[in-house]
């Protein structure tokens, strides 16, 4: 990773989340109270959550403890499609946040995610982390999916062979290059995340399910999300690659402490090769959920993450309700000066 001299520097990250008034709302408020509370030099950095299904916008309290947190918050109707595949959300306030905010750099994150160290963003066009395991990826040559993926490309005005290959991160794929949606650093003004939304709406429209017929029915973190959103996962993602490889060569792979997915450590696909390294930002999808919960200290213990972070995380699941994070205008007096300058 870059030395901090060569990093971006706190005042040009936006952090970009989804939120709304179902699972994502705890996950949310966690994943930013993270932020300020363990992200080091970026703790202070601009965070926005987007509601973009106006039917499941936050209440008045949950925007209030939003605002005790220095996030602003906004409701917008930008995913119309009333389709089960919930991912969409990221797909359409990615373009939104790109066209609409003015951070030199955005931080599109999932909200099923936890900052426990200062992360470094180095200054590239586009950060990201290959997929965990092949999923909805293709291997190339006969793969049956590969098929899938030229007709994105084909949406993207590029080759498949302009996709590198590279190595899912747990279930070691050699596959055409797919990124963890739920994590991408992306340089605003390239439109990334735009020609993301473009190369994705080209195969909604078209109803071109990458896992149709498959019968399969994909446990998030929010639950089971039912045949038909199963049938389109993976699509956010393939259409991120298609967003990148369109507009930039300039495309950095994180090391193992980003996006570090919990959720197979605890269920034992994977030890982490962290090397006795520390991690920095965790995906543990979900094992907060209370029939998972119990595995949460032991997947957290053995990827080395400090005591300090599980305390806060074990106590803040415990009891939710009666838990008012700090105002972080105390600690960082500019961010309300920020916040006033935005209508909720």
């Not at 916008?57 to 499609?81: E, F, M």
């Not at 199963?230 to 393939?238: I, L, M, N």
Request: charged share 20%; hydrophobic share 40%; net charge positive.
């Amino acid at each position: 990773m870059s030395s901090i001299a060569t990093s971006i520097p706190p005042r040009d990250i936006t952090f970009l989340i989804c939120i709304e008034a179902n699972a994502l709302k705890q996950q949310g408020m966690l994943l930013c109270e993270s932020i300020r509370r363990f992200a080091g030099r970026y703790a202070a950095c601009r965070i926005v959550a987007v509601s973009p299904r106006p039917n499941l916008a936050l209440s008045p309290s949950s925007v209030r403890a939003l605002k005790r947190l220095g996030v602003r918050y906004v409701a917008l109707n930008l995913n119309t499609t009333g389709s089960p595949y919930g991912t969409i959300n990221r797909v359409v306030v990615g373009r939104w946040a790109e066209k609409t905010l003015k951070t030199a750099y955005l931080v599109a994150l999932d909200t099923d995610m936890l900052f426990v160290a200062e992360p470094d963003f180095p200054r590239v066009d586009v950060g990201v982390r290959p997929v965990d395991m092949k999923g909805s990826a293709t291997a190339a040559g006969d793969d049956p999916l590969d098929a899938y993926w030229g007709r994105m490309c084909d949406d993207a005005g590029i080759l498949l062979d302009d996709l590198p290959m590279l190595e899912s991160t747990v279930s070691r794929d050699r596959l055409r290059a797919s990124y963890n949606g739920g994590f991408a650093v992306v340089r605003r003004d390239l439109g990334v995340l735009t020609a993301a939304a473009t190369a994705f709406e080209a195969s909604f429209a078209r109803d071109d399910r990458p896992l149709r017929d498959m019968g399969l029915d994909v446990f998030a973190s929010t639950g089971q999300v039912g045949v038909e959103g199963s049938e389109w996962w993976g699509s956010s993602q393939a259409a991120l690659s298609m967003g990148i490889w369109s507009t930039t060569r300039d495309v950095l792979t994180y090391d193992d402490r980003y996006n570090i997915p919990l959720h197979l450590v605890a269920e034992g696909y994977t030890t982490w090769p962290l090397e006795g390294g520390k991690p920095i930002l965790l995906h543990y999808h979900y094992l907060t959920r209370p029939e998972h919960r119990s595995q949460l200290p032991h997947a957290l213990a053995i990827v080395n993450c400090p005591p300090a972070v599980t305390a806060w995380l074990m106590d803040a699941l415990s009891s939710p309700r009666a838990r008012r994070p700090k105002i972080a205008a105390r600690r960082w007096p500019w961010l309300r000066d920020f916040l006033l300058t935005f209508p909720n």
